[in-house]
């Protein structure tokens, strides 16, 4: 066997060289390096020391077995075999080719052997084990920092990506910065510009202005040079030796300055100069001349008449500026106009207060407004004599004023021609001791209204009927009222003084109450005992008409074109349409041509009360006329005109603004067409005309239909009582644009007439729940729907992050109600709404949205707004159409 090193033979034990020298040198045996060879000798010693150390001895070591190998031998060897019931033997030749001898361990070095390769190997194992651990160990260090790296790396990455963003944001945010300011300096340039141009066409105007006054001023020198060389020349010729006078005397104005002989200053010349040296007869360039053109020292306040309808360019016509003007004004005013376009009077009168002037409302003149002028222009007011007073008895139902006008007009009336009727045509005149007096013979308050509401005042004094046995009244009250608000006054008749129960006293008292005082009591207004059915004081009433006439001294001229009011009208089926007119001023002739509201004619006959032709009818005097071309409005004012044309063209303009008003009372009067008034006026008006059956039943229905009103609508009960819905009631109606409520009670012929004309608004109930129920419904109805605001959602925005793609996106939880996509928001900080407008984007995690709910996290971006700052809240609302209510 050859040698083999330390090192070598280690590995085959499979223990480190290290400790192999340590065995070597236990056992004695010298090595120094692990490369030294070991004999086969200090092999045997080794392993004997190493017996020797693990407790065996050398006894127990038995010998070497030999083996000797030969190379080529053979033998015969016997086998037997057997079976059941066979012995059998079996020769079996063995060759040996070559025979060499080998010592091979013994058993018990075999098992130490195998002892020590086992533990070996078993270190071998752990080892192994022991690097695997390592390596697995090393691999996932590797991997930790791989990852680590990677991890970095992706931080890294991130990092970027956040910084790319930041700065894409901050170009964008800068770009945006960048044209905003280039718009604003492009805003400045044109503005900049447009001065400029400004500046240059006011310089260009302005030396346009002064080469214009030069040129003025060269020409009114050269007139005034050419004229003085004419009078000195005409003077030299006339007055040879006076030259040094004339001389004088034009110095002496030169020393005056410019003046003219009426000591007005002379245009164009400043004062202290003279433009010419007459000396010299030559122009004198003016040292400092004075234009006669100057700015005003104080801005120039017009006063403009607006008519109802006006366009820009005549408005800017009126007050001498420039159309222009007119429409910068409008377009701050939101309203975008043009050149010709018609502006309404509240608008140009707007427009004109604004501009620094004052706007009036323009009267308009109708054509029979002219023709009244003129006509009363011809009237010499010197002239005027004293006139009949004109006489309406008012009163409450059943008070007696019918009989007080009949007795009157039976007994007084004076029937000069025999066979004589008198006729009843509306108005009447008696001739008194103390002179005539004429009467309205329509009692009660509807034609007075009538006239009142068509602006016409035909009566001077009322009678207001009182019945003794029942005092005051409601309509005795309206009475007062109405005779009050035209400025009227009043003679109280106490009437039915004959029955027992008259108590003239309380009528006193209760008249006083109503600031209607008698004379007897320190008042002024006479009280008159009366009977319209005897007759007792009729003619003390008379003699207290005519004395307070008297006071007033009631005058008109005589001998002028008439004019008047129409007091009755109606269609004969024989003559055609007829009026009563009175005339109030001048004197009415047959022949004459009238214009009368919107009909108009030559006066084929003029009648008075009793039926008989008249040739003429003074002031204050009734006439019936007839040739009209159709029937007129009691009220319409009367006026004869000369020229046919002129009347047909007044007539139908007349028509023309009738229907127009009564095509606007009608909308005004329609309950459903109250809604119109709601823009215009802060506060709906409803106003009710109320008749009930009984006196209970009005003041019920007053006082519950007046409580409807709240601070949206105010409900108005113009006027009640009891009875039927009379003409007069409908024609208050109309007047005050009021809807007719009849509870229990019906409308009569007449009224239902002039209802259907008009158009009137008339209910009938006989429940005053109902009725009740009906006008709240009603108005509720008019009140219509109104827009409230309800929020429906609130976010709270945790962070902001902003995208070149998204702009600045509000990072946000919803934390109550809903978000939506389409609905309005507020951005509010502090609880203060600092922005309004609505969503671009509402998404969570990366889809869009239509709405996120409350606990639910989402990104908002808000439209035209990027200043949503964290802790800022988002409120999202909806807009609700709610129908307004009384309540
Ligand atoms: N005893 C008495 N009765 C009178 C007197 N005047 C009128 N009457 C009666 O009172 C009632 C009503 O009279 P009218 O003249 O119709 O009363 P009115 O005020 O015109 O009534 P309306 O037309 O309904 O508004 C009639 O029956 C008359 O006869 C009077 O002086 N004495």
Not at 128 to 152: H, P
Not at 718 to 727: A, C, E, R
């Amino acid at each position: 066997m050859s040698d083999v090193t330390v090192k070598q033979l280690a590995g085959v034990l499979g223990i480190t060289a290290d400790k192999l020298m340590e065995q070597l040198e236990s056992a004695g045996i010298p090595a120094t390096s692990e490369d030294e060879a070991i004999s086969n000798e200090s092999k045997v010693k080794l392993l004997e020391f190493l017996r020797g150390s693990h407790g065996k001895d050398k006894k127990n070591l038995s010998p070497r077995k030999k083996v000797v190998l030969k190379r080529k031998s053979k033998e015969v060897l016997r086998v037997s075999s057997s079976g059941p019931g066979v012995s059998k033997t079996k020769n079996i030749n063995i060759e040996v080719k070559k025979k060499k001898v080998a010592v091979g361990p013994s058993q018990t070095e075999m098992a130490e052997i195998e002892k020590e390769r086992l533990e070996a190997q078993r270190a071998l194992d752990d080892r192994k084990l022991q690097l695997e651990a390592e390596e697995q160990a090393k691999r996932d260090a590797e991997e930790k920092i791989k990852s680590l790296e990677q991890a970095g790396k992706q931080k890294e990455a991130e990092q970027k990506a956040k910084e790319e963003q930041e700065r894409l944001a901050l170009e964008a945010e800068q770009e945006e910065i960048r044209k905003q300011e280039e718009a604003q300096q492009n805003l400045v340039d044109e503005q900049a510009k447009l001065e400029q141009a400004k500046a240059e066409s006011v310089n260009k105007e302005e030396a346009k202005k002064k080469r214009h006054e030069d040129l003025v001023n060269q020409q009114v020198q050269k007139a005034i040079a050419e004229r003085a060389n004419r009078k000195k020349k005409e003077q030299t010729q006339s007055q040879p030796a006076a030259p040094a006078a004339g001389k004088g005397k034009a110095n002496e104005a030169g020393n005056k300055g410019n003046n003219t002989r009426y000591g007005r200053k002379q245009l164009h010349v400043q004062a202290g100069h003279q433009r010419f040296d007459r000396k010299a007869r030559k122009h004198v360039a003016p040292s400092n001349a004075e234009h006669g053109f100057q700015l005003p020292a104080a801005p120039v306040v017009k006063t403009v008449a607006i008519p109802e309808n006006i366009t820009v360019s005549d408005l800017a016509k009126e007050l001498s500026i420039k159309a222009a003007d007119i429409i910068k004004v409008l377009m701050k005013m939101g309203m975008m106009v043009t050149i010709n376009q018609p502006l309404d009077q509240d608008t140009a009168m707007l427009v004109v207060e604004e501009l620094g002037h004052i706007a009036e409302e323009a009267v308009e003149q109708t054509k029979a407004d002219i023709l009244k002028e003129e006509s009363v222009s011809s009237i010499d007011e010197e002239n005027a004599e004293t006139r009949p007073p004109v006489v309406t008895v008012m009163g409450h139902v059943d008070h007696g004023k019918t009989s007080l006008l009949d007795y009157i007009r039976k007994t007084k009336v004076t029937d000069k021609e025999a066979g004589g009727i008198t006729q009843h045509i509306g108005a009447y005149h008696v001739e008194t001791e103390k002179g005539v007096i004429s009467f309205i013979d329509t009692p009660g308050h509807a034609a007075f209204t009538a006239m009142r509401a068509r602006g016409a005042q035909v009566t001077d004094i009322v009678i207001l009927v009182v019945a003794a046995n029942d005092s005051v009244m409601p309509q005795t009250k309206e009475g007062i009222a109405h005779a009050k608000a035209a400025g009227v006054p009043l003679i109280v008749a106490v009437n039915k003084v004959d029955l027992q129960d008259a108590n003239v006293d309380k009528v006193k008292q209760d008249l006083a109450a109503h600031e209607v005082v008698p004379e007897d009591w320190g008042g002024e207004v006479q009280f008159i005992e009366v009977s319209a059915l005897t007759g007792q004081g009729v003619d003390a009433l008379l003699d207290a008409i005519s004395l307070q006439a008297e006071v007033m001294e009631l005058k008109a001229v005589k001998d002028s074109d008439a004019s008047g009011i129409v007091v009755e009208s109606s269609l004969d089926k024989g003559r055609g349409p007829v009026a009563t007119v009175l005339v109030k001023s001048g004197t009415l002739k047959k022949g004459d041509m009238i214009l009368c509201g919107e009909q108009f004619g030559r006066i084929r006959s003029l009648i008075d009360e009793n039926g008989n032709e008249i040739a003429a009818a003074g002031p204050s005097i009734p006439a019936v006329v007839l040739g009209l071309s159709g029937v007129p409005i009691a009220g319409d004012e009367f006026l004869v005109v000369k020229n046919k044309k002129h009347a047909r063209e007044a007539a139908q303009e007349h028509r023309e603004r009738e229907r127009e008003t009564r095509l606007k009372r009608k909308q005004a009067a329609k309950l459903e067409n109250l809604m119109s008034q709601m823009g215009k006026e802060a506060k709906l008006e409803v106003n009710l005309l109320v008749k009930a059956d009984v006196q209970g039943s009005v003041e019920a229905l007053r006082e519950s239909l007046e409580s409807i009103s709240n601070d949206d609508v105010n409900v108005n009960v113009i006027s009640s009582g009891v009875g039927g819905i009379t003409n007069a009631d409908a024609q208050l109606a109309a007047a005050s644009s009021a809807i007719i409520i009849g509870f229990n009670v019906r409308a009569d012929k007449a009224a239902r007439e002039f209802i259907k004309e008009s158009d009137l608004d008339l209910h009938y109930f006989s429940i005053i729940y109902e009725a009740i129920d009906q006008v709240k419904r009603s108005v509720t109805g008019i009140l219509g729907t109104e827009i409230k605001e309800e929020i429906i959602g609130n976010a709270d925005v945790r962070d902001v992050f902003r995208s070149s793609k998204f702009g600045t996106i509000a990072g946000c939880l919803v934390s109550d109600g809903v978000v939506r996509k389409d609905n309005p928001i507020r951005v509010l900080r502090d609880n203060v709404v600092i922005f309004e407008g609505e969503l671009e984007s509402l998404r969570r995690h990366k889809d869009d949205v239509k709405e996120v709910k409350s606990g639910t996290e989402c990104g908002i971006g808000v439209k035209q707004y990027n200043d949503v700052q964290p802790g800022d809240q988002i409120e999202c609302y909806e807009r609700i159409e709610v129908q307004r209510t009384l309540d």
